[in-house]
């Protein structure tokens, strides 16, 4: 297993292995190393969290076992399981011999008690179904143990982790108390969706990764291969931390800047214009009002005296046959959040299909509108109507 030294060798060997870190990312994985303290990476997706276990993963030889965490998740998906239908077999094949074993007992209790001197033999390792957590700690070669977005997690999930986290053991009541001989490195990572107890940030050292600044995230950008000259990923990495300062409901990660640039690169792009950029920006917003936020912003990213071309003046956006026009500005018009409420209280409104539409009657404010010779019913024909039904059903 490759080991380091200093900070510095941590810091070479991550931008060799496809990860460029900053200083604190660096002495942060070296003090892991060092420690044998777990660390808890936190910030917003897409910045490189786990990326970083993979990179450590890759300068140390060591394996990646990875546990992928959800809402709902409990701990015989996390630390072990039984393997039930394997013991079922062994002891439906066993039978016989059991039967020999008990065939000599006087009595029900002294069977019983034959029978418990051997329950190890079912209630040993080759029934337990390793899971994440246990398998790292078992691991007879070093191993990193990524537990990715534990805040995804119930708070029952942590409990568990704890006596992982603190003393690299795990506890199997049938069996007993695993110790790791070989303590795995470990990376939890967190997007912030909720807070972490007390207890599990206590036993970890803490890393919040961010956006990077402009010359490492462009760094990160040609450490990629993205295919893109020098000049054009600079510019981008400047367009997308412009894209990042606006209200969006989701600013673009990392990864999604590296898509961005790859996509721009298979287009053969020589030049970045605000038309190729609108027609590929979704690449990295993804939701719709965040999309016509920024296409509406890209001409003033790339040039602050630009002026917006005619196809990025008027965003038009047609539901259902109604066109919303938005004017030129840096964000759509207010209504292009609400057009959903908009949608509905069109839907409400009184007389939106005309008077008489399928059938119903007028509204009361159209009454104008409706011809003298509209078709009514006065009250005779209706009782003439009522009368001659009622004979038909009492002819029946």
């Not at 199997?172 to 599990?200: C, K, M, W, Y």
């Not at 030049?271 to 590929?280: F, I, K, P």
């Not at 047609?318 to 409420?341: F, M, Q, W, Y």
């Amino acid at each position: 297993m490759t080991t380091f030294a200093t900070v510095d060798e941590v810091s070479s060997a991550l931008a060799e292995h496809g990860y460029v870190p900053d200083r604190r990312v660096a002495t942060t994985t070296f003090l892991m190393m060092q420690l044998d303290r777990p660390v808890l990476v936190e910030g917003p997706a897409g910045v490189g969290k786990t990326e970083l276990a993979k990179a450590v993963s890759r300068i140390t030889g060591r394996r990646l076992i990875r546990l992928q965490c959800y809402e709902g998740q409990d701990e015989t998906k996390a630390l072990y399981d039984w393997d039930y239908g394997k013991q079922l077999l062994y002891t439906q094949l066993l039978r016989d011999k059991i039967g020999e074993i008990v065939a000599a007992a006087a009595d029900l209790e002294s069977a019983v008690t034959k029978v418990a001197e051997h329950e190890s033999v079912f209630f040993s390792e080759r029934f337990l179904s390793p899971r994440p957590l246990l398998d790292a700690i078992r691991s007879e070669e070093p191993a990193v143990l990524l537990i990715d977005e534990i805040d995804r997690a119930d708070e029952a999930l942590e409990a568990v982790l704890l006596e992982a986290l603190g003393e690299f053991q795990i506890s199997v009541p049938e069996i007993g108390t695993f110790t790791s001989h070989q303590h795995p490195f470990v990376i939890l990572t967190s997007n912030n969706t909720r807070d972490l107890s007390a207890a599990l940030k206590r036993r970890c050292l803490h890393l919040f990764l961010d956006y990077p600044e402009a010359d490492r995230e462009l760094e990160i950008l040609r450490s990629k291969d993205t295919g893109l000259g020098d000049a054009l990923s600079a510019q981008l990495v400047q367009v997308v931390r412009e894209l990042r300062a606006l209200e969006l409901r989701k600013a673009p990660s990392i990864s999604e800047t590296i898509d961005w640039a790859r996509t721009l690169a298979v287009l053969g792009t020589t030049e970045l214009d605000a038309g190729l950029l609108a027609e590929t920006v979704s690449v990295v917003v993804k939701y719709e009002r965040d999309h016509a936020r920024a296409v509406a912003a890209l001409p003033r990213l790339l040039d602050p005296n630009a002026t917006v071309p005619g196809k990025l003046h008027d965003h038009d956006h047609s539901h259902d046959g109604r066109t919303h026009t938005h004017a030129n500005s840096e964000t759509p018009h207010d209504h292009e959040e609400d057009i959903g409420s908009e949608r509905r209280a069109a839907m409400d409104k009184p007389g939106r299909h005309g008077p008489g539409h399928y059938g119903t009657p007028p509204y009361a404010e159209d009454q104008a509108l409706v011809p003298a010779s509209s078709n009514r019913v006065s009250s005779d024909q209706g009782k003439r109507s009522f009368a001659s039904g009622l004979g038909r059903r009492r002819a029946l």
